[in-house]
């Protein structure tokens, strides 16, 4: 969260952009190592159930989740382990979850990307295909009724999304009720194996705001300079009272769409092609030319970042899966309701 980035060190804002810009990367880092981990843990079978990457998606990611200030609400997707990590979920949840943890904020319940604390406004996410916006609607109108004032709340999708029923009804319930919704479609040109010539025909998913009555911009996903920028100004113009604020990105998923897909149907040209840039390698190289980081200190995070990792999933791995004898079924977030349950 950017607040937190921030208020960690009041400086003049160029210094306060270097800061930003540098949490950021951190945060890009740990999310790619994070998932370079899910994919070895599933290569050697420790992982039930699919794992799903954000490679090339760190940067837009990221920028939504340090954009946002503690009370807001987040809706993030598979692709958005650099995002969760940037809004405040651990290492620890993250692996967790995936290891089936009953620690894990889905007490081992839900695997892989179904995980979220929505008391905290981090909500699990219920299917990748547009459904997360209208809850993030409904989130939003509930502190209206509240006369909660000041917070906005972001969904991510990706382009496939944007041909659902889904995404037209809660963009334009968002619109009409002018809510302070914050919607990221990250256009990675290919919805599984679906490529955009079979997606859509406009010639931008920028035009379907225009039919909403929603605020557009278009950003390179692949520079973190730009998104922080573009997104940084969106989630702001929300927060204002702007109503609901659409961005698109172009980029490329540099993976399968899981890791158990090959992703041999991607156009090979595209890897070639600005939109196959690594936005990893273009934040860190950015971060070298402006001396904002030696290569050695670089080298050193990666090595911090590595041990994180390994002994979170080694402490992880000692933990106990959930008891089917013991478990509570009622739903975690709403079990303090049931009748005669006092946990929380
Ligand atoms: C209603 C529904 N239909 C199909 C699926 C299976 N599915 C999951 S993700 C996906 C493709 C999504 O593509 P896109 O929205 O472009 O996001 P990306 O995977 O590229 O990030 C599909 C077909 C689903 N989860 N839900």
């Known amino acids: 969260m950017l607040q937190t980035v921030l208020d960690a060190s009041p400086r003049t804002d160029a210094a306060a952009a270097q800061d930003v810009h540098v949490a950021a990367y951190r945060f890009m880092l740990l999310a790619r190592l994070l998932d370079d981990k899910f994919a070895a843990l599933y290569r050697a079978g420790k992982i039930h159930g699919g794992v799903f990457l954000g490679r090339g998606q760190e940067a837009l990611s990221v920028s939504v989740g340090i ?30 979850t995936y290891l089936g943890s009953s620690l894990g904020p889905m007490r081992g319940r839900d695997g892989n990307v179904h995980r979220g604390k929505p008391q905290e406004g981090y909500l699990p996410m ?26 906005v709340g972001a969904a991510c999708v990706g382009e496939g999304a ?29 919805a599984y194996s679906t490529p955009t010539h079979f997606q859509f025909a406009c010639d931008s998913l920028a035009d379907k705001a225009a039919g909403y009555g ?16 573009v997104v940084g100004e969106a989630v ?32 090979p040209k595209l890897w070639e092609s600005p939109l196959g840039r690594d936005c990893l390698k273009v934040a860190e190289e950015y971060l070298l030319r402006q001396k904002w980081m030696a290569p050695s200190r670089v080298a050193i995070l990666r090595n911090e ?37 006092e946990e929380r």
């Not at 889904?166 to 919704?181: D, I, R, T, Y």
């Not at 929603?214 to 920028?229: H, I, P």
């Not at 980029?251 to 992703?263: F, I, K, M, Q």
Request: proline content about 4%; aromatic content about 6%; some cysteine.
């Open 214 to 229: 929603v605020e557009v911009q278009t950003v390179d996903g692949t520079d973190l300079g730009a998104c922080l920028k």
């Open 305 to 341: 970042i590595i041990r994180e990792i390994e002994e979170a999933v080694a402490q992880v791995q000692r933990e106990p899966a959930p008891d089917p004898f013991v478990e509570q079924w009622h739903s975690i977030a709403t079990g303090h309701l049931n009748e005669g349950n």
């Open 236 to 267: 702001a113009r929300a927060r204002r009272g702007g109503g609901p604020q659409l961005v698109v990105a172009e980029l490329l998923r540099l993976c399968g769409h899981g890791e158990h897909d090959p992703n041999d149907y991607i156009d």
């Open 67 to 96: 954009s946002l200030k503690k009370g807001d609400v987040f809706a993030p997707l598979i692709r958005d382990a650099a995002g969760r990590l940037a809004f405040g979920e651990t290492v620890l949840d993250a692996v967790r």
């Open 162 to 190: 944007t041909s659902t029923g889904a995404f037209h009804e809660a963009l334009n319930q968002a619109g009409v009720e002018k809510l302070p919704l914050i919607l990221i479609v990250a256009n990675n040109q290919y």
């Open 126 to 151: 219920v299917s990748h295909l547009g459904a997360m916006i209208s809850v993030v609607n409904g989130v939003l109108f509930a502190r209206r009724y509240k006369k909660i004032s000041g917070t």
